[in-house]
């Protein structure tokens, strides 16, 4: 912050509203739709305590070469209850591990507006590696590669449910 005069405790009065309106949403389980802040997300293993796959399994689709899927407290309840539209915040983590089985990157899913609207409703982010070396596949809303072929599924959501 460069500004720092008279007027900076009127400034730091309304940064710290700001810091404590951010506070609110982080208290769900639902990851932040940034590429730089997602990746970090994963790396410290914020999903870990979702509910999951009890294994590894080879992906129906492209992703590479075995995953395993967790869903947050949102998505989970609204796929047990049937509902075929989830609310806004329901996000899934696919873990992805190469031929050795070992962790090769993360597949994303977050639903950040109550309305799908064919896929843009939806955002989907894909890290290949583990490392600041790591290829970014997707980040962002309504990524075509991912919605196109998410369109079958529950809302987007292509995971046998119950989880295996
Ligand atoms: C050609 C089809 C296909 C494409 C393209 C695809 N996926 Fe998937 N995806 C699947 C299938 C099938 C599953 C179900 C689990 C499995 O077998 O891998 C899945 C599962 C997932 C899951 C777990 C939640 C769910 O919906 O089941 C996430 C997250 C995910 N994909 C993200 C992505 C992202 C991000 C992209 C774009 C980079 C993408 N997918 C592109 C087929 C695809």
Request: aromatic share 8%; hydrophobic share 40%; glycine share 10%.
């Amino acid at each position: 912050m460069t500004v720092i005069n008279k007027s900076s405790g009127v400034l730091s009065g309304i940064m710290a509203a700001l810091v404590l309106t951010g506070s609110v949403s982080i208290a769900s389980d639902t990851p932040p739709a940034n590429g730089d802040e997602l990746f970090d997300w994963l790396k410290a293993g914020n999903y870990k305590s979702w509910v999951h796959e009890s294994k590894q399994h080879p992906s129906a689709g492209p992703h590479p070469q075995a995953v395993i899927a967790y869903l947050n407290s949102i998505l989970d309840e609204s796929m047990a209850s049937g509902a075929d539209n989830h609310p806004q915040g329901a996000a899934a983590v696919k873990e992805l591990f190469d031929g050795s089985g070992n962790l090769s990157g993360w597949a994303v899913s977050i639903k950040t507006d109550a309305d799908s609207a064919a896929g843009q409703g939806w955002y989907w982010y894909e890290m290949l590696g583990t490392t600041v070396d790591s290829r970014v596949v997707a980040d962002g809303n309504g990524v075509p590669l991912c919605f196109g072929c998410h369109t079958p599924g529950n809302d987007f959501v292509l995971i046998p449910y119950p989880l295996k």
